[in-house]
Structures are given as C-alpha cells and as structure tokens.
Nanobody
C-alpha cells in the first residue's frame, strides 16, 4: 500500500502561480511513476503530467505543456506540480497518483493509488 497526501492548493487570481506537493508513504520502493491529474466540476478526470520515479523522465498532456512542470524529490518521497499563468479553466481538484507497473500511461484507471486531492480555484 502507498498513501498519498497532496497540499498546496488554494485560491489564486488569473495569471498567478501555485505549487502543489504530494508526499508518498508506505511501500514507496515499488513506485514506478507518479502523476498529477485534475477533475473539474462536472468533468472527467484529466491527466496532466507524470514522472518516472527512478530516472525522472517526464510526460505532459498538451493542456499542461508550457505552463505546468512536474518534478520529484526521491529523498522526500515527494512529487511537485508547478503551475504558472493560471486561468479560470484550471479550477479543479488536483490529485496525485502512483503507478506500480513498469510502463507509462495517461489512463487514470491504470494508476494504483490516489490521494484525496487538493482544490485549486482560479478567479478571473
């Protein structure tokens, strides 16, 4: 089992930035990759970015390229999402997820563990 706790969400004005964190605990030695997703009101869960736990390889959805940056600190068992130039459409619950199998994917149902999420609200 892996437990995930996100933090860093909040209310920000359009054009602002936020940095999200997700701390993993438990059986972290088996982690292959970690990812950030978001789910807006009435919307499906959307993949944003993933990072390989061992080598740090990163993958981004088109919606995240250029504005969002994923990174990880293995010594702290933490993955980050730096979000810049936020717009109201970025308003959502942001969730981190862990995948134990050794392939990359952007399908939410192929991730094994999830955090509770952190709310990000962008005002216009």
């Amino acid at each position: 089992q892996v437990q995930l706790v996100e933090s860093g969400g909040g209310l920000v004005q359009a054009g602002g930035s936020l940095s999200l964190s997700c701390v993993a605990s438990g059986q972290t030695a088996g982690i292959f990759s970690m990812a950030w997703f978001r789910q807006g009101p009435g919307k499906e869960r959307e993949f944003l970015a993933s990072v390989g736990w061992r080598m740090g390889a990163t993958y981004y959805a088109e919606a995240a390229k250029g504005r969002f940056t994923i990174s990880r600190d293995k010594t702290k068992n933490t993955v980050y999402l730096q979000m810049n130039t936020l717009v109201p459409e970025d308003t959502a619950v942001y969730l981190c997820a862990v995948r134990m199998q050794t392939t990359y994917t952007d399908y939410s149902n192929r991730y094994d563990y999830w955090g509770q999420g952190t709310q990000v609200t962008v005002s216009s």
